[in-house]
């Protein structure tokens, strides 16, 4: 159930935010990612449209939503990052996509 | 002692929508609620404002039921206007989907006796097939092979019309008094009196609309309301772009984006714990139905009690031995609330139940003695 904060560990691991290449700890969350990119504001909500970003960083409140590997509206905080991880903000309501 | 025109007993949709129509109709009217350690319905429903399957067997309520979403756009645009608070009512009409031969039979009987019912009034409804239905909804899957469709149905955001209710009543010089549970009043003919001392509340009209609570109370009052619990479990998906303004029995988009995916009948008591089967059939069924649903995240879940009548048909009802005493009890609260607010209500402030009100009368339920 215990896992070691990973914020002492060096970066290592190279992910994409926004198309940009970071560099991330091992075993962080995909919200530590956008966090680390410098992104003040990591989605707009899907109604009004203002800005949020990472806020209880344990599953709680559902403001870290991002797009993580294509899936849009993932709890970033809730997902460990992996080499090459691609992670862009979450514009929104996500598209249902019925062709 | 405080003297008013009316108490309502019960904040749900139903009593607040009553409350409502009281207070606009220059009523002095208290509203009081037992909180949330209720059973409350009004919280936890599906947001449909159904009109294709009330009423089979009972045409009074099939009328009763149209009536009621004839008066809703006049009802939210009130509400809009007066509180800036939008139920978001959308009337496109309604499908019921059918995944089986055998539904479809099931459904189109039902459809037909509905319009042999209705009489004079008529009864417009539709069965469609795969075809047709492509232009109402979204992709749907192959186990979908028909539907009955109806002009007259539609949904809303039931919160916001609680909300907006309430918001209403208070506006219009009506008293709220919430977290009090009645379990005693003093009857009399036009003379009920809740409460003691410098809290004592008094008023010559009465209504029960305490939802579950309508059991207990209304023997105080000369009535009888049996009404039981049946449990339906919710389901709701992360939010996306609008897809469909169609709302089906069992799936709907709100305007917000979230899909629901609703709702099951369980008889279970009083008993609002969440089931992973029956969630999973629901679900199932959604998928089935609206196979692009698969790739949504359910993000919440829940159980709520309706309020049911033994025959399924609302209790509305005025006492023999206490006039001025009045119940209200159903299970489509939100459905309802155009005829509660702008028709029931009326009635109550009148004094006395118009006669097409009659079959509602609890007295139905009677068993005559044996001899
Ligand atoms: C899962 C589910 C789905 C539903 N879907 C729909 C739908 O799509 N469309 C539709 O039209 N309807 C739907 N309904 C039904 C609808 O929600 C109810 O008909 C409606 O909410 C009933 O309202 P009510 O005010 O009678 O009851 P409640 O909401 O239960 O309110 C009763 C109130 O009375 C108060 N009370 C109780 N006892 C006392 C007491 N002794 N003293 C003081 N106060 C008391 C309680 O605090 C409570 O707030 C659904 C219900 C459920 C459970
Ligand atoms: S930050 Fe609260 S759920 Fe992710």
Redesign the interface.
Known sequence: MFRKRPEGSAATVWVTVEGREVQVPAGASAAAALLLAGLAATRETAVSGAARGPYCLMGVCFECLAEIDGVPNCQSCMVTIGPGMAIRRQHGKRIATPQ | MQRIDAIVIGGGLVGSAIAYGLARAGLKTALIDEGDVAFRASRGNFGLVWVQSKGLGAPHYQRWTRRSAEEWPKLAAELVAGTGIDPALEQPGGVHLCLSDQELDERRARMEQMRAEAGNFGFDYRMLGPSELKDML??LGPAVVGASWTPYDGHANSLYLLHALHNGFVQRGGVYIPNRTIDYAAAQPNDFRLGSGADEVAAPKIVLAAGLGNAKLAPLFGLRAPVRPQRGQILVT????R?FDMPTTTVRQTV??G?MIGDSMEDVGFDTSQRPDVMAAMAERAVLS?P??A???V?RAWAALRVMPPDGTPIYDESEQFPGAFTANCHSGVTLAGAHANVFAAMVAAGALAPEMVPFSARRFDVPQAA
């Open positions: 979204p992709r992360e939010r996306a772009g897809v917000e984006g899909i609206f692009w649903l790739e949504l995240q993000v």
